[in-house]
């Protein structure tokens, strides 16, 4: 059974900084490609960033620069350090797996910016 738990979203001015965790298993850490995904009401899920078991990352083009993923193998946790936040990055992120060809999502976590 694959479990994803997300954290730390909140409520952030335009500007400031938050950073999200995604608590798992080891296996999926280690072994799967992992990431974020966000949902802004009324729009499609979109992909955010997402990293291989092998170290690469990739990052959609509203966000490069911005926001950073990265593994803790000690914690067992994915991150996502979101930068410069802006209102339009408002929306629930929702972290992902993508284990043995069978896609896995957290319950999701808001995050809105606003002044």
């Known amino acids: 059974q694959v479990q994803l738990v997300e954290s730390g979203g909140g409520l952030v001015q335009p500007g400031g900084s938050l950073r999200l965790s995604c608590a798992t298993s080891r296996t999926v850490l280690n072994i799967y490609t992992m990431g974020w995904y966000r949902q802004a009401p009324g729009k499609q899920r979109e992909l955010v960033a997402t990293t291989t078991s092998g170290g690469f990352k990739n990052y959609s083009d509203s966000v490069k620069g911005r926001f950073t993923i990265s593994r803790d193998n000690v914690k067992n946790t994915l991150y996502l350090q979101m930068n410069s936040l802006k209102p339009e990055d408002t929306a629930v992120y929702y972290c992902?797996?993508?284990?043995?060809?069978?896609?896995?999502w957290g319950q999701g976590t808001q995050v809105t910016v606003s002044s």
């Open positions: 992902y797996t993508n284990a043995a060809g069978r896609v896995y």
